[in-house]
């Protein structure tokens, strides 16, 4: 059997869940692979997307995670979803699947 864990998205600044639905498509995946790496995107993609739905972390060792924002908030689906992972609050991977089920990811 297999667990999920969620926890507080305290690594964001309002410490919220996602409230309202996203557009998830290649222009907003386009848009947040445009920022300059470092270590304040995490809060940067906050103040442009909002919170996100969940966070996960993904080692035990060390500050790395990865955060979902839906485009259904009303769907367990993958489709129409956008994943983001950050270690230490810069992002290093984005992949997104839209409303279709196209898998977008960042250039």
């Known amino acids: 059997m297999m667990a999920f864990f969620y926890f507080s998205c305290d690594v964001f600044a309002s410490n919220a869940l996602q409230a309202k639905p996203l557009v998830i498509n290649q222009t907003l995946v386009n848009k947040i692979h445009k920022l300059k790496s470092n270590s304040s995107n995490a809060s940067d993609i906050e103040k442009m997307i909002g919170s996100p739905i969940a966070c996960l972390p993904v080692h035990a060792s060390y500050e790395a995670w990865v955060c979902q924002w839906k485009g259904n908030l009303a769907s367990a689906g993958i489709a ?28």
């Open 80 to 107: 129409n979803t956008l994943n983001i992972w950050f270690e230490a609050g810069m992002t290093t991977s984005i992949i997104a699947i839209d409303a279709a089920g196209n898998f977008l990811k960042s250039p």
